[in-house]
Nanobody, 123 residues
Framework: QVQLVETGGGLAQAGDSLTLSCVVS????????MAWFREAPGKEREFVAA???????YYADSVKGRFTISRATGPKTMWLKMTNLKPEDAATYYC?????????????????WGQGTQVAVSS
């Protein structure tokens, strides 16, 4: 049973930084493609960043240069460091894992999801 638990959300001001964590239990973390998605009220879930088992990374244009995705096999954890936060970054952030592809950016392709952590950004 693969379980993902996100932490680190909260209230930030525009320009602030936050770091989200996603701890994975079960499965072979080292072989997972991992990603962050976010969903704002009234909007569809959107891709934010992805990282392959070999640490290749890919970002949505909206966060490129501001967000950094990383992972570590030992603690079975993935992080999303968010800097220069903007009000439009406010959303519930979800981590996702996929064991079938080296890297993935499409939400429907991920079988494993966390429960989400909320990020609010005030202007």
């Amino acid at each position: 049973q693969v379980q993902l638990v996100e932490t680190g959300g909260g209230l930030a001001q525009a320009g602030d930084s936050l770091t989200l964590s996603c701890v994975v239990s079960g499965g072979n973390f080292a072989g997972f493609a991992m990603a962050w998605f976010r969903e704002a009220p009234g909007k569809e879930r959107e891709f934010v960043a992805a990282i392959s088992w070999s640490h290749g990374v890919y970002y949505a244009d909206s966060v490129k240069g501001r967000f950094t995705i990383s992972r570590a096999t030992g603690p079975k954890t993935m992080w999303l460091k968010m800097t220069n936060l903007k009000p439009e970054d406010a959303a519930t952030y979800y981590c996702a894992a996929d064991s079938t592809r080296p890297i993935e950016t499409v939400a429907a392709s991920f079988p494993f999801w966390g429960q989400g952590t909320q990020v609010a950004v005030s202007s």
